[in-house]
């Protein structure tokens, strides 16, 4: 059970990541080529939205299906040297929440917008902010898993 909602949970955190790509690029072209707003642009930030609220539903179970790894942790200075128990309950958490809460602003601040040249400006910030932080927490993840 543990080991599907892993998958599920790196899965949707992988969707996610390749849809901000192609809204980056779509934000990047319709500044450059001064395209219109189309219903895909649209669209797509509602798509990351949904995958990382469900993200967060997998994230908090996997959280608390693997609660007994960090109640061995007694105080600060045992949290600061395991690291990898502050990577997921802190880190990791951290980094996917501030990506939601982006994703939230982005996507009711550019679905207000008339403009399209100030759309696609907005979408590549927030957007571009979101990617960031997805790939730095897979990137952080997979070095994790490596033995750096």
């Given at each position: 059970?543990?080991?599907?909602?892993?998958?599920?949970?790196?899965?949707?955190?992988?969707?996610p990541?390749?849809?901000?790509?192609?809204?980056?690029?779509?934000?990047?072209?319709?500044?450059?080529?001064?395209?219109?707003?189309?219903s895909?642009?649209?669209?797509?930030?509602?798509?990351?939205?949904?995958?990382?609220?469900?993200?967060?539903?997998?994230?908090?179970?996997?959280?608390?299906?693997?609660?007994?790894?960090?109640?061995?942790i007694?105080?600060?200075?045992?949290?600061?040297?395991?690291?990898?128990?502050?990577?997921?309950?802190?880190?990791?958490?951290?980094?996917?929440?501030?990506?939601?809460?982006?994703?939230?602003?982005?996507?009711?601040?550019?679905?207000?917008?008339?403009?399209?040249?100030?759309?696609?400006?907005?979408?590549?910030?927030?957007?571009?902010?979101?990617?960031?932080?997805?790939?730095?927490?897979?990137?952080?993840?997979?070095?994790?898993?490596s033995?750096?």
């Open positions: 059970m543990s080991e599907l909602i892993l998958k599920l949970h790196i899965l949707s955190s992988i969707i990541s390749i849809l901000t790509l192609i809204i980056i690029f779509r934000s990047i072209k319709g500044i450059m080529l001064k395209n219109e707003i189309r895909i642009d649209q669209k797509l930030p509602l798509f990351v939205l949904v995958f990382l609220y469900l993200q967060l539903a997998l994230g908090i179970l996997l959280y608390f299906i693997h609660i007994d790894d960090y109640s061995q007694e105080n600060a200075d045992q949290a600061v040297t395991a690291i990898n128990t502050r990577f997921w309950a802190l880190e990791h958490f951290l980094m996917m929440f501030f990506a939601l809460v982006l994703s939230h602003i982005g996507f009711i601040y550019s679905k207000n917008l008339k403009s399209n040249l100030r759309f696609h400006k907005k979408i590549l910030l927030f957007y571009g902010l979101i990617c960031i932080l997805i790939m730095t927490s897979l990137t952080l993840n997979a070095l994790r898993h033995g750096f």
